[in-house]
């Protein structure tokens, strides 16, 4: 029995199977309600069956009926031998789009069907055999097939496992569901580790075989590239968690032969790496790739859950620590409003995102990086024009929203509306089309039938080259996730704690920034009073401290600012006094945006009156980036970095 051995004693437990990604929503949907209940937040996927069962208590105490139905889906993993899950789908789309639908392993909007599923053989309490699978038109990948072996803390996964790599749930930017499953190595732990409750997780993947290898001469060759990263996540208290994640993409054909040296030497010094690198000839490490990620859980009446996402494919000015090429991504959380949830995420990204051509140290990869010619990160980079055998996918930044809400209906089952909206920047020097906004919806209903999940979708959309589809797909799945009927008024018991709250501040910044430019030359723009407006929450974790995190929004010289406040530390020094720190990502709006690190510091006067406070901040965006990319803009694409120092005088109310 899986189970059995991982609720023994600490030192018996073996290792745990892993819950589908992307590929049963009705059950992913409650498992992700319930991991926020459990006040466990989610920093990678698929999720591990163990910290599934880990939260439920806790889950329990706030929404029974939602406890209940998963705690019947985990049932299955209770044996020797067990379906997980088996998925069918049958489609009929019309329209002339034919575009990679977003997370679905590679699936085109044309495809007429979907095929998935996975079963378990449980050797022993230390090995497991995962057999899985999933194909649609044009592929079928053994996605799910992998052997299991080892401990809680270092559990060794061999085969087609997937790596989803943020705490976003509709876009990751460095590795995700968008395409097809690579054969991996996999280690990681589930059951956390020292006080500071750390996860890690380390894997090397083999891509599809490219014959538009690029070496360093300029010569290509055809072969597998290998992909590899490590993540690191701590969880130091409840409800909040911090993740730091690195990939690296090399070899191939006669650009292989990278020593382990090498590839160590390019994690750790990745700018060296990418301007001089470490070694002569053609056997280098290519690209790279960075994040750091952040989640945190209020609990509450309306419990929520807000992650951020700071991404880099470059690093910055020669520094390691500073990401060049950067993307930011935000999303919140409501698992619970009466019988809805609600889900709201955010993206925006520079220009050049998986897409790399050689330089003299570097091997280039002119079909980009991807595996069977779907991207490996965030959809996005899918929609734009792709790679052909005489040129690159066009690297052009954008922005993308997705807007999800759930509805538990009171006879029943569940209906779940997904919108989509992505703006390629078409104005750019990187655009060889000009691009149109891209719009994808889709209404699903399913409605448990004899142990079956039974459900019908409608899905319609326009892509960014004006084209359009309209999908009717039908589904059955096997394995009851929903309720057959639902009593809104026994279901959820949710309150704050004493100590938590959220806030808004409004106020004034004087601030100014200082401009460099390509030419080297630097300006300080004047000091300048402009408008401050803050949301944000905090959360108490011992009797003088909190944690929290917030979203700034700015007018910085007539460009709006938003700055993401990834963590946020205060420390209270009595009913009144307290100080604190934040670190995180920031976006300024330019003529094209610019991104960078995010730091600030802050006394706050708490409680003039009740609910009311008044502080002072000095916040700093540290050489937010941006390519010269528009057509009137000369020399073409090199960088301008806008370093902003601002000073900020607020009024705050809690709530």
Same mark, same amino acid.
């Given at each position: 029995?899986?189970?059995?051995?991982?609720?023994?004693?600490?030192?018996?437990?073996?290792?745990?199977?892993?819950?589908?990604?992307?590929?049963?929503?009705?059950?992913?949907?409650?498992?992700?309600?319930?991991?926020?209940?459990?006040?466990?937040?989610?920093?990678?996927?698929?999720?591990?069956?163990?910290?599934?069962?880990? #939260?439920?208590?806790?889950?329990?105490?706030?929404?029974?009926?939602?406890?209940?139905?998963?705690?019947?889906?985990?049932?299955?993993?209770?044996?020797?031998?067990?379906?997980?899950?088996?998925?069918?789908?049958?489609?009929?789309?019309?329209?002339?789009?034919?575009?990679?639908?977003?997370?679905? &392993?590679?699936?085109?909007?044309?495809?007429?069907?979907?095929?998935?599923?996975?079963?378990?053989?449980?050797?022993?309490?230390?090995?497991?055999?995962?057999?899985?699978?999933? =194909? &649609? %038109?044009?592929?079928?990948?053994?996605?799910?097939?992998?052997?299991?072996?080892?401990?809680?803390? #270092?559990?060794?996964?061999?085969?087609?496992? *997937?790596?989803?790599?943020?705490?976003?749930? *509709?876009?990751?930017?460095?590795?995700?569901?968008?395409?097809?499953?690579?054969?991996?190595?996999?280690?990681?732990?589930?059951?956390?580790?020292?006080?500071?409750?750390?996860?890690?997780?380390?894997?090397?993947?083999?891509?599809?075989?490219?014959?538009?290898?690029?070496?360093?001469?300029?010569?290509?060759?055809?072969?597998?590239?290998?992909?590899?990263?490590?993540?690191?996540?701590?969880?130091?208290?409840?409800?909040?968690?911090?993740?730091?994640?690195?990939?690296?993409?090399?070899?191939?054909?006669?650009?292989?032969?990278?020593?382990?040296?090498?590839?160590?030497?390019?994690?750790?010094?990745?700018?060296?790496?990418?301007?001089?690198?470490?070694?002569?000839?053609?056997?280098?490490?290519?690209?790279?790739?960075?994040?750091?990620?952040?989640?945190?859980?209020?609990?509450?009446?309306?419990?929520?859950?807000?992650?951020?996402?700071?991404?880099?494919?470059?690093?910055?000015?020669?520094?390691?620590?500073?990401?060049?090429?950067?993307?930011?991504?935000?999303?919140?959380?409501?698992?619970?409003?009466?019988?809805?949830?609600?889900?709201?995420?955010? +993206?925006?990204?520079?220009?050049?995102?998986?897409?790399?051509?050689?330089?003299?140290?570097?091997?280039?990869?002119?079909?980009?990086?991807?595996?069977?010619? =779907?991207?490996?990160?965030?959809?996005?980079?899918?929609?734009?024009?792709?790679?052909?055998?005489?040129?690159?996918?066009?690297?052009?930044?954008?922005? +993308?929203?997705?807007? /999800?809400?759930?509805?538990?209906?009171?006879?029943?089952?569940?209906?779940?509306?997904?919108? /989509?909206?992505?703006?390629?920047?078409? %104005?750019?020097?990187?655009?060889?089309?000009?691009?149109?906004?891209?719009?994808?919806?889709?209404?699903?209903?399913?409605?448990?039938? &004899?142990?079956?999940?039974?459900?019908?979708?409608?899905? =319609?959309?326009?892509?960014?080259?004006?084209?359009?589809?309209?999908?009717?797909?039908?589904?059955?799945?096997?394995?009851?996730?929903?309720?057959?009927?639902?009593?809104?008024?026994?279901?959820?018991?949710?309150?704050?704690?004493?100590?938590?709250?959220?806030?808004? %501040?409004?106020?004034?910044?004087?601030?100014?920034?200082?401009?460099?430019?390509?030419?080297?030359?630097?300006?300080?723009?004047?000091?300048?009073?402009?408008?401050?407006?803050?949301?944000?929450?905090?959360?108490?974790?011992?009797?003088?401290? *909190?944690?929290?995190?917030?979203?700034?929004?700015?007018?910085?010289?007539?460009?709006?600012?938003?700055? =993401?406040?990834?963590?946020?530390?205060?420390?209270?020094?009595?009913?009144?006094?307290?100080?604190?720190?934040?670190?995180?990502? #920031?976006?300024?709006?330019?003529?094209?945006?610019?991104?960078?690190?995010?730091?600030?510091?802050?006394?706050?006067?708490?409680?003039?009156?009740?609910?009311?406070?008044?502080?002072?901040?000095?916040?700093?965006?540290? +050489?937010? %980036?941006?390519?010269?990319?528009?057509?009137?803009?000369?020399?073409?694409?090199?960088?301008?970095?806008?370093?902003?120092?601002?000073?900020?005088?607020?009024?705050?109310?809690?709530?």
């Amino acid at each position: 029995m899986v189970f059995l051995a991982l609720w023994q004693s600490a030192a018996a437990r073996g290792v745990s199977p892993y819950l589908p990604l992307h590929l049963d929503p009705d059950v992913e949907n409650a498992i992700e309600r319930v991991m926020i209940l459990g006040d466990e937040p989610v920093m990678s996927r698929p999720i591990p069956a163990a910290l599934v069962l880990r #939260a439920l208590p806790r889950a329990c105490k706030v929404d029974r009926p939602l406890c209940e139905r998963v705690r019947h889906y985990l049932q299955r993993y209770m044996h020797g031998t067990s379906v997980e899950f088996a998925s069918i789908s049958a489609a009929v789309t019309t329209g002339h789009s034919n575009i990679t639908l977003p997370n679905q &392993h590679g699936t085109k909007a044309q495809s007429p069907y979907q095929i998935a599923g996975a079963a378990y053989i449980q050797l022993s309490p230390y090995v497991l055999l995962n057999l899985g699978g999933e =194909a &649609h %038109q044009g592929r079928a990948t053994p996605t799910g097939t992998y052997l299991s072996l080892g401990f809680d803390w #270092a559990q060794l996964d061999i085969g087609w496992r *997937d790596h989803w790599w943020s705490p976003m749930t *509709d876009s990751a930017m460095l590795i995700s569901t968008e395409a097809p499953t690579m054969p991996s190595i996999t280690l990681s732990n589930y059951q956390p580790l020292t006080r500071l409750r750390l996860h890690y997780s380390v894997f090397l993947a083999r891509m599809s075989e490219s014959s538009r290898i690029e070496l360093t001469n300029g010569k290509l060759t055809r072969g597998y590239p290998k992909m590899g990263g490590a993540r690191l996540a701590i969880e130091p208290v409840n409800g909040w968690a911090l993740s730091l994640q690195r990939v690296l993409f090399w070899g191939g054909g006669a650009a292989g032969g990278e020593s382990v040296s090498n590839i160590l030497q390019a994690f750790f010094n990745p700018a060296k790496a990418q301007s001089t690198g470490f070694n002569s000839g053609t056997h280098v490490v290519a690209k790279q790739e960075a994040s750091i990620s952040s989640r945190f859980i209020f609990p509450g009446r309306y419990p929520f859950s807000v992650y951020f996402e700071y991404a880099g494919n470059d690093t910055n000015m020669g520094r390691n620590y500073l990401f060049g090429k950067p993307a930011i991504s935000a999303g919140i959380d409501f698992p619970r409003i009466g019988p809805f949830d609600f889900t709201f995420e955010y +993206s925006s990204w520079a220009p050049t995102w998986y897409v790399h051509t050689a330089t003299n140290v570097q091997t280039g990869y002119l079909d980009g990086l991807t595996n069977y010619g =779907a991207n490996i990160g965030s959809w996005f980079g899918d929609q734009r024009v792709l790679a052909t055998p005489t040129s690159i996918a066009d690297p052009v930044g954008g922005q +993308s929203d997705m807007l /999800r809400i759930g509805w538990t209906p009171s006879f029943g089952g569940y209906m779940q509306l997904r919108l /989509r909206a992505l703006a390629d920047e078409g %104005q750019t020097v990187f655009a060889t089309y000009p691009y149109k906004n891209e719009y994808l919806g889709s209404l699903g209903y399913s409605y448990p039938w &004899h142990g079956y999940a039974v459900g019908l979708e409608l899905q =319609a959309g326009r892509d960014v080259f004006g084209a359009h589809y309209v999908r009717i797909e039908a589904n059955l799945r096997d394995g009851e996730a929903l309720l057959s009927r639902f009593d809104s008024a026994s279901a959820f018991a949710g309150e704050t704690p004493k100590g938590d709250h959220l806030y808004v %501040q409004v106020g004034a910044n004087y601030d100014r920034v200082l401009v460099y430019k390509p030419s080297r030359s630097r300006r300080y723009t004047p000091y300048k009073a402009e408008p401050h407006v803050a949301v944000g929450a905090w959360r108490r974790i011992s009797a003088h401290q *909190d944690i929290g995190v917030g979203l700034d929004i700015d007018d910085i010289h007539r460009h709006m600012l938003l700055g =993401a406040r990834m963590v946020d530390y205060r420390y209270r020094f009595g009913r009144h006094l307290a100080a604190h720190a934040f670190l995180g990502a #920031a976006r300024y709006a330019l003529a094209t945006p610019a991104y960078g690190l995010y730091l600030g510091a802050g006394l706050q006067w708490r409680n003039l009156f009740p609910g009311w406070g008044v502080g002072v901040d000095f916040h700093n965006v540290i +050489s937010a %980036q941006r390519l010269q990319d528009l057509p009137s803009e000369t020399p073409c694409c090199r960088q301008t970095l806008d370093s902003i120092y601002s000073w900020t005088f607020y009024v705050s109310r809690s709530f």
